[in-house]
């Protein structure tokens, strides 16, 4: 019988875990970074005159400006929820774009610009321009919900990592994870950094024995055929096409995984003989 028995997300737990190397105090019991939250958050900027005096991109401000007042706060709250949205992801899969932002510093360069193939529909100082502009009014909008709460999931967790030589008893003694398809980057990382002071387990459904994590889908396998590229077609036809099209996040998960620091214990069934009924 097993009974109040927690299963926290890896986000969960995570923060769960910075809230108790950091101190109750410090990190509250929820994040206001959750999506859910920040939408509410960022549809105050939006409405707020500190917003407007920033003369952002017309498409960004006309999107609602310009309608009546109850489709204005509809469409308002819309974008908030696409823009919270985005800033998740961001705090999962960039998060050195979000340090940066707070630097002041922008994530652009030149060689982002640059056309395929060596052709370009425009110049690159044009698409800089354009991108730029998208990327101020994206940086204002994170930087003011930093001056509100500081402490993000980002930050909380690179502070706990310099907590851990001190605190590091605080830490269970084993943590284990099961059915887990896909994880951040940075969420791994700071699972790697705690596996030197406790035992991580991850309990990952590897559907080959053999390394699959460059394996691309039959649609990637369609775009190198007509773009000329037969050598990689005909290499990828020696891999099982479920392998191919099992999901990126999943073969993302599996690379992150093979890169780290670990002991892998497979548990592959071996091919059994075929028997027929007689």
């Known amino acids: 019988i097993a009974m109040n028995i927690d299963y926290p997300m890896p986000t969960r737990f995570v923060w769960q875990l910075c809230r108790d190397i950091l101190g109750h105090d410090k990190v509250p019991m929820q994040s206001t970074y959750k999506r859910e939250v920040m939408l509410w958050r960022i549809e105050r900027l939006l409405s707020s005159d500190a917003f407007e005096q920033q003369n952002f991109e017309a498409a960004l401000t006309d999107y609602w400006q310009q309608e009546s007042n109850t489709t204005a706060e509809y469409k308002r709250v819309n974008i908030s929820r696409l823009i919270a949205d985005t800033l998740e992801q961001y705090l999962m899969f960039r998060p050195s774009w979000l340090l940066a932002w707070e630097k002041g510093e922008s994530v652009l360069t030149p060689?982002?610009?640059?056309?395929?193939?060596?052709?370009?529909?425009?110049?690159?100082?044009?698409q800089n321009t354009v991108a730029l502009k998208h990327e101020a009014w994206q940086r204002w909008i994170w930087c003011e919900l930093v001056k509100e709460e500081p402490n993000h999931p980002v930050r909380l967790q690179l502070l706990a990592l310099e907590q851990l030589?001190?605190?590091?008893?605080?830490?269970?003694?084993?943590?284990?994870?099961?059915?887990?398809?896909?994880?951040?980057?940075?969420?791994?990382?700071?699972?790697?950094?705690?596996?030197?002071?406790?035992?991580?387990?991850?309990?990952?459904?590897?559907?080959?024995?053999?390394?699959?994590?460059?394996?691309?889908?039959?649609?990637?396998?369609?775009?190198?055929?007509?773009?000329?590229?037969?050598?990689?077609?005909?290499?990828?036809?020696?891999?099982?096409?479920?392998?191919?099209?099992?999901?990126?996040?999943?073969?993302?998960?599996?690379?992150?995984?093979?890169?780290?620091?670990?002991?892998?214990?497979?548990?592959?069934?071996?091919?059994?003989?075929?028997?027929?009924?007689?």
């Open 165 to 278: 030589d001190k605190k590091s008893h605080l830490l269970p003694s084993e943590v284990y994870f099961f059915a887990i398809n896909t994880m951040a980057p940075q969420t791994l990382a700071f699972f790697n950094q705690i596996a030197q002071y406790t035992q991580i387990h991850f309990f990952h459904l590897n559907p080959c024995v053999d390394y699959w994590g460059d394996a691309v889908s039959d649609r990637t396998l369609a775009k190198q055929l007509q773009q000329g590229k037969i050598d990689a077609w005909v290499e990828q036809q020696a891999i099982n096409p479920l392998l191919r099209n099992l999901g990126q996040q999943g073969k993302d998960l599996f690379n992150l995984l093979s890169q780290s620091s670990h002991y892998e214990i497979s548990a592959f069934d071996a091919d059994y003989p075929q028997r027929h009924l007689t």
């Open 111 to 126: 060689s982002q610009f640059k056309g395929r193939s060596g052709q370009e529909d425009v110049s690159w100082q044009q």
